[in-house]
Every structure is written in structure tokens, then in C-alpha cells.
């Protein structure tokens, strides 16, 4: 993975879908809860579907700061580049 920008769109389809939203609705600083409404399930349900799509792990410690698209975009260029 060598640009996270290359993944951008597909992330956001895959909150997408599980948020009940189109990709055109979410924006990149869009807050998961307050905005798209996604609860805990849901953001869980993201995690998982990232770490399996991008076969990274994302640390437990970094859940609770996954609040927009922007904060995943960040994270999984983070994990990547290690």
C-alpha cells in the first residue's frame, strides 16, 4: 500500500454501506456518531471490515479515536507504513 489516497474511496464506500448512507453523503471530517449516526456496532463492524480488507491489525487503544473517515485515513496510513 504504497498511498493511502489510492484507498480513500474505498473506505468510505465500506462506511458507507454499513452506515446506510451513499459515499456522497459522508465527507472526510463527517463525525461517525453525531453526523452519519453509526454506533458502536457499526464502528466496530468498520474496524473489523478494514483490518480484514488491508490485513492490519488496528490496536484497541486506537478505536475510541476512530471518529470520522479522516481519523481512519490516518491510522491505516500509520499502520502501513511500519
Sequence with gaps: ?????????????????IA???PEEITDDAKFSED???DSMMALEIVASIEKKYKVVIPEG???NIRSLQ???DLI???VSK
Design 1 to 17: 500500500m504504497s498511498d493511502i489516497g489510492d484507498y480513500k474511496s474505498e473506505i468510505k464506500k465500506l462506511v458507507a454501506d
Design 77 to 79: 496510513k500509520k499502520l
Design 71 to 73: 481519523n481512519i485515513y
Design 36 to 38: 452519519l449516526g453509526i
Design 20 to 22: 446506510e448512507k451513499t
Design 62 to 64: 486506537e478505536i475510541p
